[in-house]
């Protein structure tokens, strides 16, 4: 099993859903990168399980215990070790699951690659809850961007079929992504979130779940970050992104739409703006040939939705080879996309320090 993120900076994810940890080990970070406890706790609150109707009831503090690479409150350089202790579980919520696997659930294909040992409580390493280390490493990286002038923030793009205003793709208000970057739940238009939350309502009183949309927008990023073709922005920030559970698709920019256009549409020709080199459009999403372009880098994230559903469903009992009706029992999420504004928004800071330092700007 590979759950190592990143290449110049690396963050090596471990622990079980229901183990008695999680937790993150972060090589390759500059010494002297101030350690702000209080706004590595609002990331991870932002997370955790518990605390809004929208969200599985599962209540864990996710408070991170920093163990190697912190001294007086600045980052050595050494590896930076933290762990996330693990207290509400209930494992023998899932030890029906051996023999029927869930639909949409890595149950069955991990089962097979890892044999009769595969931990499958609370999904084990596979399930959501190993999103944590991810928020937690983006906190550290989002100070080390910070000190570099660079900001990155997201929102609720959509719920099902409703939809939040996007960010404008050529000029992202500093102060708005800051704002969405503290929220629970996120959204640019406020009269949006309760129709979001009535659907995901909706959906948990039908006992089933919906999907959505991320967008994430990050300033200030200097032109001639990323090293094509293989270490290219895209290509990094979307194999960190699809490091995170159910994440089914990455766009940037203007994304598959660009394919409907003519090159004349789509060309973000070149202005003078105040003196700066900028573009008039950005359906390039702020990156060219893998690298930026100092326009803002806007990416979107599209979430499945929560697979664990109270309805009844039909699955295959993988010992008698005859189809079989599943319920699945515990506490789910009936839409995980609030929660997982703050992973994206992580993953994608820890990506960007990656290539940074690749390129020698940290």
Known sequence: ?????????????????????????IDGLPAGIPVNKDNIYAQMERRAPGRDKSATPRKE?????????????????????????????????????????????????????????????GSGHF???????????GAICREILAKKGITVGGHILSIGNVEDTPFDKTDVNNDLIKELSLSSFGVID??????????????????????GQIEIAVTGLPVGIGEPMARGVESVISSALFSVPAVKGVEFGAGFDIARMRGSEANDRYINANGKIATATNNNGGVLGGITTGMPLIVKVAVKPTPSISKEQKT??????????LVIKGRHDPCIVPRAVSVVEGAVCLALCDLMKEGGLL
């Open 1 to 25: 099993m590979s759950s190592i993120i990143g290449k110049n900076i690396t963050l090596s994810v471990f622990g079980e859903s229901h183990g008695e940890a999680i937790g993150a080990l």
């Open 61 to 121: 503090k996710d408070m991170p215990k920093i163990i190697s690479g912190v001294l007086d409150g600045f980052t050595t350089g050494m590896p930076l070790c933290a762990m996330i202790e693990n207290g509400d579980t209930r494992s023998a919520d899932y030890s029906y699951l051996k023999d029927t696997p869930r639909p949409s659930h890595a149950d069955y294909p991990a089962s097979v690659k890892y044999g009769e040992h595969f931990d499958i409580r």
């Open 127 to 137: 399930s959501g809850r190993l999103t944590a280390p991810i928020v937690f490493a």
């Open 190 to 211: 406020s009269d949006k979130e309760a129709q979001m939350r009535d659907l995901i309502e909706s959906a948990r009183l039908d006992g089933d779940s919906i999907g």
């Open 316 to 325: 295959l009992n993988v010992k008698t080879m005859t189809e079989d009706s």
